[in-house]
């Protein structure tokens, strides 16, 4: 085998690890339809944290009421604000940054996780603009 074809072998173990990671489903994540994210939430907001992941300037667009902003870029530095003791609703505009999210989440200890499978591209309820 010659030094090239090592590379290329690295290269694209690389490439699938990357893309498995991303895609990959989150141990314990509940990937909910928009009809199952409304009822899961139900109508008491103080039993769970809705928290959008997306940038502030995206949120300006449109968001769930009673979501929180915790951008996906600041999520690791402001878990902190984050309950542990309730449900964490998480959305973004197509499902990918609250699945990472999740993940962040997930490794911080947090149990009960629910992410909008197809992000607000999806969700058919209610949105402040």
């Not at 929180?68 to 604000?81: A, F, M, P």
């Not at 309950?83 to 609703?89: C, M």
């Not at 998480?90 to 962040?104: E, F, T």
């Not at 200890?109 to 309820?125: D, T, Y």
């Amino acid at each position: 085998m010659d030094s090239n074809m090592i590379f290329n072998i690295v290269a694209l173990g690389f490439i699938v690890w990357f893309f498995y990671s991303r895609f990959a489903g989150v141990k314990g994540l509940r990937s909910l339809s928009s009809e199952q994210f409304q009822e899961a939430m139900g109508s008491d907001k103080n039993k769970y944290t809705l928290i959008d992941v997306r940038e502030p300037g995206e949120v300006k667009q449109g968001y769930i009421p009673g979501a929180v902003n915790i951008s996906l870029s600041t999520i690791g530095k402001r878990v902190s604000e984050i309950p542990k003791d309730r449900p964490i609703y998480l959305y973004c505009r197509s499902g990918m940054r609250s699945k990472q999210a999740a993940r962040v989440l997930r490794k911080q200890g947090f149990n009960e996780l629910s992410h909008l499978k197809g992000g607000l591209m999806s969700w058919n309820g209610k949105q402040v603009q």
